[in-house]
């Protein structure tokens, strides 16, 4: 049954329209987006489809390639283009308000942020969120990947980031592809090299924040563990 069949109360866009767009699902939400489904078919089911073959996880196909948004039966190209032109349009304006802002008084926009950046990526990766005197956001670097250790992360190179970005002070991340958020003791010692080595050139670490699946992102700041 098409959508415009449906009873006017229980349509994506009139609920939307009513209740605002927290009332809805993510299938809803989606299905807004991708305004028609296909043959039998609505958009709300397309929707669903589309979310089921990411894991129902909106970060992973919010990183999901445009081949493999153009797989799923229905979505094609333009709709798969589409969509990566709005999860990008999502991370900018994250970019830009942590750029505008004080970005520590406001750790959940740093979190949200990490989240659409780190938290579907396959691999380790080692982020700097490089700041300014008055902690506004003035580069996030990619520094490392692969397999995150005390060896493979070198302090020299982040200090020479640092220098190079005139930073003041710096949040680091790095995502946990396994899911589990919680802190290894490389990370803690990792962290503690890091905040010695950047302390040389007068560069405060702020916090460090592990990404893990869909779960809020861990602050070693909030755990005591700076």
């Known amino acids: 049954m098409a959508i415009t069949d449906w009873p006017e109360g229980e349509r994506p866009r009139?609920?939307?329209?009513?209740?605002g767009p927290e009332a809805l699902s993510d299938a809803e939400?989606?299905?807004?987006?991708?305004?028609?489904?296909?043959?039998?078919?609505?958009a709300v089911?397309?929707?669903?489809?589309?979310?089921?073959r990411f894991?129902?996880?909106?970060?992973?196909?919010?990183?999901?390639?445009?081949?493999?948004l153009a797989s799923v039966s229905g979505i094609g190209m333009a709709k798969a283009a589409q969509l990566k032109a709005s999860f990008e349009l999502t991370r900018r304006a994250?970019?830009?308000?942590?750029?505008?802002?004080?970005s520590f008084t406001s750790p959940g926009k740093v979190r949200d942020w990490l989240r659409l950046k780190l938290a579907s990526r396959?691999?380790?990766?080692?982020?700097?969120?490089?700041l300014d005197a008055q902690n506004r956001l003035l580069k996030a670097d990619e520094?490392?990947?692969?397999?995150?250790?005390?060896?493979?992360v070198y302090p020299r190179e982040v200090v020479k980031a640092a220098l190079a970005n005139n930073a003041s002070a710096v949040i680091l991340a790095h995502n946990h592809p396994s899911g589990v958020?919680?802190?290894?003791r490389a990370d803690e010692m990792l962290t503690r090299s890091l905040k010695e080595a950047l302390a040389l050139v007068d560069v405060k670490v702020l916090d460090h924040f592990i990404v893990a699946g869909n779960t809020p992102p861990l602050s070693f700041a909030e755990r005591g563990l700076l």
């Open 14 to 19: 009139e609920r939307l329209l009513e209740h």
């Open 29 to 42: 939400l989606l299905a807004i987006y991708l305004r028609v489904g296909v043959r039998g078919k609505s």
């Open 45 to 52: 089911d397309l929707a669903r489809d589309l979310l089921q």
């Open 55 to 68: 894991d129902g996880q909106l970060g992973t196909l919010a990183e999901a390639s445009l081949a493999e």
């Open 94 to 102: 994250l970019s830009q308000d942590l750029a505008t802002r004080d």
């Open 122 to 130: 396959g691999h380790e990766v080692f982020m700097a969120l490089w």
């Open 143 to 152: 520094l490392f990947s692969g397999t995150l250790t005390q060896t493979s």
């Open 181 to 184: 958020a919680e802190p290894s």
